[in-house]
């Protein structure tokens, strides 16, 4: 996590992590995800969640001051209602604060968390070595900033067919940063897209050097054989500025009419202000 995510203090005395109402919109797609996807889940032995940012497991809304699930108990709480829990619930986290929060609350949901510190491509063989072989699995990659999701971190599940994958390209962090991690102010951009400098044009426009960086990310997925959905929903802010895109991946075609089906009402164009 970000160094500077803010916390406040849940009632059960652990710390819940302060995010913008707009998180709601993407717990709503991943709820929906694992509710549309249970009857397919249904049908085999094992089925893991994987968690590599989880947090401590709430957050609270800033404007609202709401608190409410984070990420990994929305996943498994959606999973028990929808028929199909989850049967290995990964979570780890750089911060170990964070991770014994997480698990602490998804121990008292009976959830079956196996947890780990560190940073998230550190961590990710490890973790998709042990996922299940008999089983149909989702990871869920939520960081803050793109430097926070090195690729390296997504190459280790890309060859596992039975895994789909919701993760946030955060676009906010993008528009905002972007400019300095290409002259190296802000650490993370060749980490995030290997080789960028060899395909965007620094001296275009700003809108056109985003969209290079999107769209050149997304052929990385496709040459390490990672599959993406078509379908990116635009998370905004109050003030319609682009927040995160959720990019879907699936090995399965009946994933991603899944994903399609629930994604009806939060298409944004893959486009950024000028």
Request: hydrophobic letters at 40%; charged letters at 20%.
């Amino acid at each position: 996590m970000s160094g500077k995510t803010k916390y406040l203090q849940a009632s059960d005395g652990m710390r819940a992590m302060v995010i913008g109402e707009w998180g709601k919109e993407k717990y709503t797609l991943l709820r929906d995800y694992i509710q549309s996807s249970s009857r397919a889940r249904f049908k085999w032995p094992n089925r893991a969640y994987i968690d590599l940012y989880c947090g401590p497991g709430q957050v609270v809304y800033r404007n609202s001051n709401q608190f409410a699930d984070g990420g990994a108990l929305v996943a498994w709480k959606q999973s028990v209602a929808s028929g199909a829990p989850f049967t290995h619930m990964f979570i780890s986290d750089s911060d170990a604060e964070n991770v014994a929060a997480c698990e602490k609350r998804l121990k008292a949901a009976n959830a079956p968390v196996i947890c780990h510190v560190g940073a998230a491509a550190t961590l990710a063989p490890s973790i998709a070595s042990q996922l299940p072989k008999s089983g149909l699995h989702l990871g869920f990659f939520d960081p803050f900033s793109l430097g926070a999701l090195p690729f390296s971190t997504l190459v280790p599940f890309a060859s596992i067919k039975t895994l789909d994958m919701i993760v946030n390209y955060a676009a906010g962090d993008q528009q905002r940063n972007l400019d300095n991690m290409m002259i190296g102010k802000i650490e993370g951009l060749d980490q995030f897209a290997p080789g960028w400098e060899q395909v965007i044009d620094a001296n275009r426009p700003a809108k056109a050097v985003r969209l290079q960086l999107v769209n050149y990310w997304r052929e990385l997925l496709s040459e390490a054989g990672i599959q993406y959905a078509d379908e990116m929903p635009l998370i905004v802010n109050s003030r319609r500025g682009p927040l995160y895109w959720l990019v879907f991946a699936s090995h399965h075609p009946l994933a991603d009419k899944l994903w399609k089906s629930i994604n009806t009402d939060h298409q944004g164009a893959l486009d950024f202000p000028e």
